[in-house]
C-alpha cells in the first residue's frame, strides 16, 4: 500500500483565520513532506522532515508551521496567510535514505482558497 | 546547473496511437529519474523510477521509459493511449543527499478521442 491520505480536501480560509491540513501515512515512511504547488506549474518543496525532526525549511514564510507529531502524522498549521497563498498543498512521503535513493509517495493535496 | 527540461509543454495524440514525452536532464552524478502523472486537482502519482541496472523501465498503467546516459534522456512512452491517460506528466531527478526532486515543467496530455 502505497497510500497518503490529506484532509481537508478542500479549505477557504480568511487572512484572519487560523487552520491546519493534516497528513497520514501508514507506509512505515520516516521522511515526510509539504509542497505548495500553483496550477500549471511543478510542485515546490517547502518542508522535509526526516525521523520527526525538522530538516529542511525552503525559507518559507512562518505565518506556515509544519509540526510532525508522530512518524505517521503531519501537519501544515496556518496563519494570517494571503491571497496568493491558494495553492494546491501536497504531502508526500518517503522511506528515509538520507535523501540518496527516497522515493516520494505523494497524497491527493488539499485545495486551499484564501480570501 | 541541475536541471530537468521537458521540450513539450502540450502533446495532443489521437486514442489509440502511441506516445513518446520527452525529459533531458543536467545532473553530474549518477542520476534518479521519475516519471509522475497528476490528473487535474489530484495528487502525484509515480509512473515508474529508475535508479540503476536495466536502462529500459516498466511501470504502471502500461507505461515505460528510457535511460540513455549519453543523451542525458528518460523518455516516456506507452504504446496505445488511453482517454483516461490526459493528465500532467512531470519527470524528476532526485539530488542525491537532499531530499530534493528537481522536477521539469511538466507536460500537458490531451486524449482525442
Known amino acids: 500500500d502505497t497510500e497518503v491520505t490529506q484532509t481537508p480536501k478542500h479549505l477557504v480560509m480568511g487572512m484572519t483565520n487560523k487552520k491546519s491540513l493534516k497528513c497520514e501515512q501508514h507506509?512505515?515512511?520516516?521522511?515526510m513532506y509539504w509542497y505548495k504547488q500553483k496550477a500549471k506549474k511543478p510542485p515546490e518543496l517547502m518542508f522535509v522532515?526526516?525521523?520527526?525532526?525538522?530538516?529542511i525549511n525552503e525559507s518559507v514564510p512562518s505565518r506556515f508551521s509544519p509540526e510532525c507529531p508522530n512518524s505517521s502524522l503531519l501537519n501544515l498549521h496556518l496563519h494570517a496567510l494571503q491571497p496568493e497563498d491558494s495553492a494546491l498543498y501536497l504531502c508526500?512521503?518517503?522511506?528515509?535514505?538520507?535523501?540518496?535513493?527516497?522515493?516520494?509517495?505523494f497524497g491527493p493535496g488539499t485545495r486551499l482558497t484564501v480570501l | 546547473a541541475q536541471s530537468v527540461t521537458q521540450p513539450d509543454i502540450h502533446i495532443t495524440v489521437s486514442e489509440g496511437a502511441s506516445l513518446e514525452l520527452r525529459c533531458n536532464y543536467s545532473?553530474?552524478?549518477?542520476?534518479?529519474l521519475f516519471w509522475y502523472v497528476q490528473s487535474p486537482g489530484q495528487g502525484l502519482q509515480l509512473l515508474l523510477k529508475?535508479?540503476?541496472?536495466?536502462?529500459l523501465v516498466q511501470g504502471i498503467k502500461g507505461f515505460e521509459a528510457e535511460f540513455k546516459r549519453s543523451q542525458s534522456s528518460f523518455n516516456l512512452r506507452k504504446p496505445s493511449v488511453h482517454w483516461s491517460d490526459a493528465a500532467e506528466y512531470f519527470c524528476?531527478?532526485?539530488?542525491?543527499?537532499?531530499?530534493?526532486?528537481?522536477f521539469g515543467t511538466g507536460t500537458r496530455l490531451k486524449v482525442l478521442a
Open positions: 524528476a531527478v532526485l539530488r542525491g543527499g537532499t531530499y530534493k526532486y528537481i
Open positions: 507506509m512505515g515512511h520516516r521522511a
Open positions: 545532473y553530474g552524478a549518477t542520476p534518479y
Open positions: 529508475y535508479f540503476s541496472g536495466d536502462t
Open positions: 508526500a512521503s518517503s522511506q528515509d535514505t538520507s535523501g540518496l535513493t527516497d522515493t516520494q509517495y
Open positions: 522532515y526526516s525521523y520527526e525532526k525538522l530538516s
